[in-house]
């Protein structure tokens, strides 16, 4: 199958630009309010789903401030569907030249209905820990899709119609992938630490029964090997010409890899501290994209920024250096 032409291919206006970065940006809110809600322990805060109570769709006086949080957390889906909605409209006229976009974007609107279904499952259980976690991990899950979606509305026709190689080398391609898979293991095993811990969403909710310090030095081990490979990975691009667009982003990953890390050791030895693990929370989301950006950068054969022949002689360069 050949690639299209530039010629065929519209830009990408500011206009779907920027709701590409507000779907990033509120689907990482909507995991940072998520967090709120079961760090003040206000995950029953509004106990019935889809209605608060079983005779109100709000939440009612008597039912606090934990029923304001509870509830607030469950309105912003509305707000994150409408960034959806509007991103979606936004691609609708080039969706069969931009099917990459459009496919995007219909995947980000699917995953608001699945995370309420969730978030109401999550009600039912009385906070299951593993119902929770869960939750999180799809969360996770739509900032990857995200990520990738402003990466490729940062593409301009030509550069969707290029066939270049990818950025890294095959040298490097398996560490690439290493710290995808390392940032994936050390997020999920760090879903099981906080479903030991003390944060439950509520005061009555039940834990998954590991013992958190285990479970804490089992989460770290695939941290370091993230740090080394990390390390390895910045030598191999600082020591060979590669792409500057591989290094920014790889040296964004360990920006985040080391402000998440300080966070970490910092609320375990101050005993959990409510803060420390909301930022803790933002932070994982973060480290998410970062990985997925890199991951993306260095496989994808379409990755803006650099353009046209600077592009295609860098393609040349590297394929030489294979």
Known sequence: MSSPSAENLPAVNKTVRGFAVASLV???????T???VRLTASGLGCPEWPLCTPDSLTTTPEMGIHGIIEFGNRTLT???AAVAFA???SIWKIRAERRDLFKLSV???AGIPAQALLGGITVWTGLNPWIVG????VSMVLIVLATILVNRAWLSPRQVASANGPLATRTLRPLLGALGVLSALSV???VVVTGSGPHAGDHGAARNGFDPDLVTRLHVVPVYLLVFALVVALYLVYRHATDGRLRSSLLLLTVVVLIQAAIGYTQHFLHLPIVLVGLHM???SLLTAAAAHVVFTGFSRQVPGQDDGASAAAASRTDVRR
């Open 26 to 32: 509120a689907n990482v809110g909507i995991v940072v």
């Open 134 to 137: 869960g939750h999180f991990i």
């Open 188 to 190: 999920l095993l760090g």
């Open 107 to 109: 995947a980000l609107l």
């Open 282 to 284: 933002l932070g994982a």
């Open 78 to 80: 509305f707000v994150l």
């Open 87 to 89: 991103m979606v409209f």
């Open 34 to 36: 998520g967090g709120a």
